[in-house]
């Protein structure tokens, strides 16, 4: 083989494996984008299976308070903001409103123990402590995907990729110490 055929071969090798570790790279970024956007569908399913259970809860509620309405409005309110959230921010600012005023409801139940031994209310109240924890798993989930996608972008050489396709960094869903707390839900 010719001095020249030789180096033409191993230019080719060369940018080959550049190619492919480029491709592996961007192929990367996207299962981990993914990945982001996977666990943040489950984490909005789990909101959405809590805001589903609010209107049973606040209807059962009801059946058996008079003159609660403040704090029933603001439940639902809440409900009707998280719904209605678009960006992680706003779902994290709802998610902490509504959990804020399941926690002044639970405290209203307190003063009816007719409502408290309620099997619909008991049922209710299971349901959503069960909610409660698959939102917390969830909101594992998806800050651990947001990590490792992260990470990704932020580490070379796929900083290089991430910024030559637009991926940027992800935000965490953070909750503030109070809306870290399962509403109390033992009577």
Not at 56 to 61: A, G, R
Not at 88 to 93: A, L, P, T, V
Not at 121 to 130: D, K, R, W, Y
Not at 154 to 174: D, H, L, R, T, V
């Amino acid at each position: 083989m010719k001095k020249s055929s030789i180096i033409l071969l191993s230019v080719v090798a060369v940018i080959a494996i550049l190619v492919f570790s480029m491709i592996g790279s961007y192929n990367g970024l996207v299962s981990k984008k993914e990945a982001v956007t996977q666990k943040l569908s489950d984490l909005d399913t789990a909101l959405q299976r809590r805001s589903d259970l609010i209107p049973n809860l606040v209807n059962t509620v009801k059946g058996f308070t008079d003159h609660e309405n403040e704090v029933i409005e603001k439940v639902t309110s809440a409900r009707e903001k998280l719904a209605g959230a678009s960006s992680i921010e706003d779902k994290q600012k709802a998610n902490e409103e509504l959990s804020e005023s399941l926690k002044s409801l639970m405290v209203i139940v307190e003063n009816y123990p007719d409502l408290k031994s309620s099997e619909n209310f008991l049922n209710l109240q299971n349901e959503l402590a069960g909610t409660e924890n698959r939102i917390a798993v969830a909101r594992r989930d998806y800050n651990d995907a947001v990590n490792k996608y992260n990470s990704s972008i932020k580490k070379f050489p796929s900083n290089i990729m991430a910024g030559m396709f637009g991926f940027g960094e992800e935000k965490y869903f953070e909750a503030n110490e109070k809306a870290q707390e399962v509403p109390s839900v033992n009577f």
